[in-house]
């Protein structure tokens, strides 16, 4: 069990952010131990075939099913929504004794790479970067309209719960692992047991993709407390069920009809384009005549629309697929 507690200074400071440098450490992860993350086989399935002859392996080696990764890989994000290139940078410039310090402590496997890299952080963090690049464009660069997607809207969905009921409504379903009581934020982990103060640091929350079924924590110094859990909606993102879609098709068309069968969660133009094969004029087009139906309905976040479905809108798609159920019975 971790036990992280709070001040009023640290509850000012919790902030959510996306992180591409994360979800590229939890999809290795992923990838090495698909039995554990076995709603992604399709993913690794394809990547693995992807990846063939790309060097990276100092990345695997420092990303192990078994070990603690190190903490300087796992940088917490500076910005809401961090770019790829920037935490990339931000890796390369990590101090040497720092990733000596956390090599030390994270018991991972000293491979010709890894000596390398402790020897002489410099350049063995340029030949991370470019493996981390390189894992980047084959296996997850092509998904990232559809994934990042995913997480915005997670971001939103928590964004809403803490303006609504403050950190009790941030924490309640975070996941199952996860609870706030008076003050603090605790996650089962196991088998270790630690308590820690987040010391007007605050704590950063990541949603992702690859993390699930587990959460992860980043809480030693310097780095801000962090605490990395599966993205809502991850469980159905490489499935394609069209039931509801194929019900609906012939009373809103086709397009319409697969849009509605996806807004079970917030989603972007960008993200729905992404996941369909449209392009983003066509479902905004689409977008404006469910809203004007009442089936749908937009709320701005930033400089980004989130589309949802509304009651209506929830009830038709039901209607529709508990009838398509029955008619195959």
Known sequence: ????TFTAEDALRTRLAISPLWEVVAAVRAM?????HSLHLPWVVASRAALAGADIGLLTDLVTRSARTPDFVTVPPETPVAELADEVKR???VAP???RADLDASGVRRSPAVRALYEDPEQGLDDLAAAVERFWSAALEPHWPRLRGLLEADVFYRA???ASGGARALFADVHADVRWEAGTVRVTHRPYSHVRSARGRGLVLVPSIFAWPQVFTLTAEPWQPTLFYPARGVGTLWERDDGAADALAGVLGAGRARLLALLDSPATTTELA???GMTTGGVSQHLAALRAAGLAVG??????VFSARTDLGDALVAASTEN??????
């Open 299 to 304: 709320r701005r976040e930033g400089r980004q």
């Open 97 to 99: 004794a720092q990733v």
């Open 32 to 36: 090495r131990d698909p039995s554990r």
């Open 324 to 329: 398509r159920a029955t008619l195959g019975k």
């Open 1 to 4: 069990m971790l036990t992280l």
């Open 274 to 276: 992404a996941r369909t």
């Open 91 to 93: 890796l390369r410039g």
């Open 160 to 162: 809403r719960k803490i």
